[in-house]
Nanobody
Framework: QVRLVESGGGLVQPGGSLRLSCTASARSISLYTVGWFRQAPGKEREFVGAIYMGGGNPYLEDSVKARVAISRNIAKSTVWLQMNSLKPEDTAVYYC??????????????WGQGTQVTVSS
């Protein structure tokens, strides 16, 4: 059982930055990988990146890794998505999700409510 709460979305100018947070409640959060996804209007949900809560480096999709970073604080059960040099095409609802380590990308079973990011001048 995992409960995820996201925050940090909003309106930002092109070229600006945002940091989204995802706070998890779980019996043992270190067993889980937390991923970030986004979905723009009319498009399929897109995987952004993920980080294993028990340690190691994050994984980022090639399409975003030059501009984003994922970090964790296991004591706070929190994962952040730092986004820089934002573009209008980054506009989307951003979700965090959790899965057990070692399961596939299609096995994120726990999802946050989503937070809207709008990049516009």
């Amino acid at each position: 059982q995992v409960r995820l709460v996201e925050s940090g979305g909003g309106l930002v100018q092109p070229g600006g930055s945002l940091r989204l947070s995802c706070t998890a409640s779980a019996r043992s959060i270190s067993l889980y990988t937390v991923g970030w996804f986004r979905q723009a209007p009319g498009k399929e949900r897109e995987f952004v990146g993920a980080i294993y809560m028990g340690g190691g480096n994050p994984y980022l999709e090639d399409s975003v890794k030059a501009r984003v970073a994922i970090s964790r604080n296991i004591a706070k059960s929190t994962v952040w998505l730092q986004m820089n040099s934002l573009k209008p095409e980054d506009t989307a609802v951003y979700y965090c999700a959790a899965k057990l380590r070692g399961t596939g990308l299609d096995e994120y079973n726990y999802w946050g409510q989503g937070t809207q990011v709008t990049v516009s001048s």
